[in-house]
């Protein structure tokens, strides 16, 4: 069964690419280049978010279903479902911590995200933790991501 007929899909992906589109394609050099480094260096690619802005960055940055490994989105309507991109969304419970980064789309979701993962048992002092509108904005560069001298996450514990 899908999230919505394939037809609603399309819908949404079409106002997600209007609304967001332009923001990761304008970006898709950056973002390339992250999700290269990822795949090579940590392994899986975890994106958080099946909405409108995660819809949009998985059609413009990952259409090919070569990075992301799966999406984490706490609506169970979404849960166990495949995108319109392919891509597989589950529950909190899949994630493992591991060898695994994960890849937040919303900026606005980023305090609950962290909360999210604290109330159900993981430790995000171990997890690697990116907000993509932050590092877009240029909080921190890639480089510092290669240097492992920046994890948000740190924040939520220090």
Known sequence: MLIKSRFKQKKLLE???DLY?????NNS???SDLLVFIRKEYGQIVVWGAGLKGLAFLSQCDSSNKFV?????MDEKKQNE???TGHMVYA?????ADNTVILVVNVNYYTSICFDLINNGYDIKKMR???LDHFLQGRYSLLQIKDNTIWERKRYYD
Not at 21 to 25: C, K, Q, V
Not at 69 to 73: A, G, L, P, Q, V
């Open 29 to 31: 050099y950056l973002l």
């Open 15 to 17: 106002k997600a690419n």
């Open 21 to 25: 589109g332009e923001y990761y394609r």
């Open 129 to 131: 933790i990116i907000c």
């Open 92 to 96: 909190i419970d899949k994630l493992v």
């Open 69 to 73: 490994d799966f999406i984490i989105d």
């Open 82 to 84: 495949s995108l319109i």
